[in-house]
């Protein structure tokens, strides 16, 4: 078997021998230096990565909880805009009542005054109708008399005719 490993160590070529060394050792120089480091840097990333991905995960629940809570608020707004809408057209419409029936109440009340006035008016005129005819009787009665008629006289006779002429419109109102 000597002889064997003789020709084994003959046969070796040292070059490939010399390599494997060189190969070995440059695999641990670079597993120490490079490797390590790498993993290293690659695990951080991983990390780093993963909680991007946990805090975009969570920004997008955040983002779906506030669209939901913003759509139900501007369902809110709507809903309370609705009824301030309704409302405003409730008071609109008994505004516009109310301001009927005070037009209403208004316009009877003026229509109240001015047949009271004509009214007022109408027996002042009477009045002064009878005064005139009055006068003019007693004008005339004077002027058929030829005579001049004193104050009692003119007193008397004008009562009697006011007398008389009350009695002559009860007689036609009738």
């Avoid at 480091?37 to 990390?47: G, I």
């Avoid at 913003?70 to 301030?84: I, K, N, P, Q, V």
């Avoid at 209403?104 to 109240?112: D, G, L, N, Q, S």
């Amino acid at each position: 078997m000597r002889l064997e490993w003789a020709k084994l160590i003959e046969s070796l070529n040292w070059t490939f021998l010399f390599n494997l060394v060189n190969f070995a050792l440059l695999l641990y120089v670079l597993k120490r230096l490079l490797f390590k480091p790498a993993l290293a840097y690659l695990d951080r990333r991983r990390e780093m990565i993963a909680a991007r991905m946990e805090a975009a995960r969570t920004n997008e629940e955040r983002a779906a909880r506030l669209a939901s809570d913003g759509e139900t608020a501007l369902a809110a707004a709507h809903e309370t805009s609705r009824r301030a809408i309704e409302e405003a057209a409730a008071r609109r419409e008994a505004m516009i009542a109310e301001a009927k029936a005070e037009a209403e109440r208004e316009a009877r009340r003026i229509v109240e005054d001015g047949r009271r006035q004509l009214k007022q008016e109408r027996a002042q005129m009477e009045a002064e109708l009878r005064v005139a005819y009055a006068d003019l009787a007693v004008l005339g009665a004077s002027r058929v008399l030829r005579r001049e008629v004193n104050v009692e006289d003119h007193r008397r006779l004008l009562e009697e005719l006011l007398t008389a002429i009350d009695e002559e419109e009860l007689r036609v109102e009738k």
